[in-house]
């Protein structure tokens, strides 16, 4: 099973960017969809963006226009770039192979260590 590294976390101010990665241990071809989750002290963990094996992409109302997903399928890497960032997007993140069943896609396979992202002044 492949496993998914995430990287790129850190301190940055309101407004500001960071650029989020996930690392694989092995080819991503197989996996047909790939998200990213972030979870808040005291919230429950939720997918903010996903992409499938045709790039298609999809965004939580709470990051659209300001998050983009992508995928590196020769470098076996995605990432999260993420701009104008606020103080409700700290959080850890999170990558994960995603799962389609009954019209949803779900977590599949075992959590990582996540990336710690604090937006604050």
């Known amino acids: 099973q492949v496993q998914l590294v995430e990287s790129g976390g850190g301190l940055v101010q309101p407004g500001g960017s960071l650029r989020l990665s996930c690392a694989a241990s092995?080819?991503?071809?197989?996996?047909?969809?790939i998200g990213w989750y972030r979870q808040a002290p005291g919230k429950q963990r939720e997918l903010v963006a996903r992409?499938?094996?045709?790039?298609?992409?999809v965004y939580a109302d709470s990051v659209k226009g300001r998050f983009t997903i992508s995928r590196d399928n020769a470098k076996n890497t995605v990432n999260l770039q993420m701009n104008s960032l606020k103080s409700e997007d700290t959080a850890v993140y999170y990558c994960?192979?995603?799962?389609?069943?009954?019209?949803?896609?779900?977590?599949?396979?075992?959590w990582g260590q996540g990336t710690q992202v604090t937006v604050s002044s």
């Open positions: 092995g080819s991503i071809l197989s996996i047909n969809a």
């Open positions: 992409i499938s094996s045709g790039v298609v992409t």
């Open positions: 994960s192979p995603l799962t389609y069943y009954g019209g949803e896609y779900f977590h599949s396979g075992s």
